[in-house]
């Protein structure tokens, strides 16, 4: 796993506010391996957008709904 952080702000109750991070993760398991590319934008409120290989998801950090 590697992540480049930017501009990234965390408020006063430690969560994450704003910002974003690139992401790329690569390896094998017994399920086979993977290669993924994307990037993770911290939207506030408890949401993050999240780009892999070109789709997009909507997740929310406090109930785990991804959309």
Known sequence: FNYTV???IID?????ASGSA?????????QG???YNGTITFLGNGSDKLVINGAIYTV???TG???
């Open 22 to 30: 690139t992401i790329n993760t690569t390896g094998s398991g017994a």
């Open 33 to 35: 391996t993977w290669n």
């Open 60 to 62: 929310n950090l406090e």
């Open 65 to 67: 709904t991804v959309s």
């Open 6 to 8: 930017n501009n990234v």
């Open 12 to 16: 006063q109750m430690g969560n994450l």
